[in-house]
């Protein structure tokens, strides 16, 4: 079969601008190449850089502001597109290939009808006509397992899910039946239990309408389950290159043997003990508006020098028993206890003391630290504001918080702007230790990373918490980071708490059906495995 994408030679520079100093161009993407035939996917696979997405929008001849396609050739259908310009660029754009962000939240315009968002390319591109686009759009929310094929576009993107939406953008995708797909992470932002289903309509799409895709993701258990080969980049470079049970199952280069081990961690749980517990949540109830509860009668128990993690799907309330926890929202009902004592529900009821003992570092450090502040100063003042350090005695805690994070002296003027996504959650959890803290609650803080950068945080976080005797609140939605980190293990599902216990209690059956649906959730480094997942699932249906 010949080839429907041929990339040779892919140089794409990016210009990098800092202060004072004239721009410099930088190779981001460095002499890639690859072909890619019709009906079949290629996973682009890599950490946040490795120049994944910048090379699916060049399938597009389309470079990201200040990104410049420098050399190669881009052949679809025998074609050059990087020579296509003006109506017969716009024609390819949307018309021959077509793309899938990784936010469908952020792609859609909230004030139009999703109807009329996803036929508007069909029929800008003279696909067809409107009746004929709506009528296909028809067909593709059944295809992609949307409810209520009929009616579903008449809604507005806020009266959907987030994986309906998801779906709804690979149908707008696949809406002027194009030659080529370019999904750019569009499960990463979605819950295991919304991502299987989203991944299952993905797969069966491609299928059923022979379209050809590059499927771009930092993790590989994902892409193996729906690439026919995959590209393994790093800075820009190709590291390795194969079919996916290869990859998978033989890697040959060390960093793409680390990528399929990165699931390994495993943190042997600690034994409960008799004594008082740190943190003791004693039925607490909570709502946002007064009316809809969003935490509903919640009981915890969190001991020194131990991590509880909570778990479940987004709206199951984990974060909002964050809020509560540090005092952001007032419960309605019940008690929190912190070292045996009362813990006041409003954060400015709290004293000095207990705010230094009670720390948290939040999901995305990009939005937790200020821009204009250096790294001496994000991690230096807690210092001063608990304890009054300053000068020369602050500078030397702030080295020995950045050596203890393995970062160093090195990074003391660095803005946060200059460091890499593992870096500023570093540093975020160098400030929340700065105060030297009794409980630290993490929430989902290595859900924005990629697998092998939050393995190291994930491991970093082990190792302090052997060297301090800190105790963590872990949030997240992602069973493997559970089995790493925690001791013990609360699940939630729509405010309330399912289960809690031992990790080994929780991960080993029987298990409640929510928590069996979370567990069977998590993608396997496997083959097939996908398949497998959607036929539990359809038999379990069928049995109830």
């Known amino acids: 079969m010949s080839n429907l994408l041929t990339v040779k030679d892919l140089v794409i520079k990016a210009q990098v601008h800092h202060p004072g100093e004239k721009p410099v161009a930088v190779t981001i993407v460095d002499k890639v190449s690859f072909t890619l035939e019709k009906g079949k996917v290629l996973g682009l696979i890599g950490e946040s850089g490795a120049g994944k997405s910048t090379i699916g929008l060049a399938a597009l001849a389309y470079g990201r502001f200040g990104c410049t396609i420098t050399g190669g050739e881009i052949i679809l259908h025998e074609q050059d597109i990087l020579k296509f310009r003006g109506d017969k660029l716009r024609q390819h754009r949307g018309g021959q290939v077509s793309y899938v962000a990784q936010s469908a939240a952020a792609s859609f315009n909230p004030a139009h009808k999703l109807d009329d968002q996803i036929v508007e390319v069909a029929i800008s ?7 004929e686009a709506l009528k296909y759009a028809k067909t593709l929310y059944k295809k992609l ?13 806020h009266q959907v899910s987030g994986g309906q939406l998801q779906r709804a953008m690979t149908a707008m995708a696949l809406a002027s039946k194009p030659d080529l797909i370019v999904f750019d992470e569009p499960t990463t932002a979605l819950d295991v239990t919304t991502q299987i289903d989203v991944l299952a309509a993905i797969k069966d799409a491609i299928r059923e309408f022979n379209t050809a895709a590059l499927y771009i993701s930092h993790d590989l258990a994902v892409v193996g389950q729906v690439a026919d080969e995959i590209m393994v980049l790093r800075y820009g470079k190709m590291v390795e290159y194969g079919s996916t049970e290869q990859i998978l199952y033989h890697p040959k280069e060390k960093y793409t043997q680390q990528l399929v081990a990165v699931r390994s961690v495993f943190k042997e749980e600690k034994p409960r003990t008799k004594a008082e517990p740190l943190l003791k949540v004693a039925k607490v109830t909570a709502s946002y508006d007064g009316k809809v509860k969003v935490v509903k009668n919640l009981s915890l128990e969190l ?9 479940g799907e987004s709206g199951s309330g984990k974060s909002t028993t964050a809020r509560i926890i540090m005092g952001l929202l007032p419960p309605s009902d019940g008690e929190i206890f912190f070292e045996g004592k009362r813990l006041p529900p409003k954060l400015k009821q709290r004293s000095k003391e207990l705010k230094r003992l009670i720390r948290m570092i939040y999901q995305m450090p990009d939005v937790a630290m200020n821009p ?5 100063d994000i991690i230096g003042r807690p210092l001063t504001f608990f304890f009054g350090t300053r000068g020369k005695e602050r500078e030397a805690k702030v080295i020995e918080l950045l050596e203890q994070i393995e970062m160093g002296a090195d990074y003391l003027n660095r803005f946060p702007a200059e460091l890499s996504g593992g870096q500023k959650q570093r540093v975020c959890i160098a400030r929340a230790l700065a105060s030297k803290p009794k409980l630290v609650i993490c929430d989902e803080v290595t859900s924005a990373l990629d697998p092998l950068v939050a393995d190291g945080v994930l491991k970093l976080l082990m190792r302090l918490q052997k060297e301090t005797n800190v105790s963590y609140l872990f949030i997240t939605h992602d ?15 729509q405010g309330e708490l399912v289960e809690v216990g031992q990790k080994s209690k929780i991960l080993s059956p029987p298990h409640p059906p929510y928590t069996e649906l979370l567990l069977s959730s998590v993608p396997e480094m496997r083959m097939g495995w996908l398949e497998e997942a959607i036929s539990g699932r359809r038999m379990e249906a069928a049995g109830n």
């Open 125 to 131: 591109k003279g696909a067809m006509g409107r009746t």
């Open 145 to 157: 397992g949307l409810p209520n094929p009929e009616t579903f576009g008449q809604r507005y993107p």
């Open 303 to 311: 001991e020194a020098g131990h991590t509880l993690a909570v778990v």
């Open 372 to 376: 204009r502040h250096t790294i001496r």
């Open 479 to 493: 069973i493997a980071t559970v089995r790493a980190i925690s001791d013990s293990i609360a699940v939630m599902y």
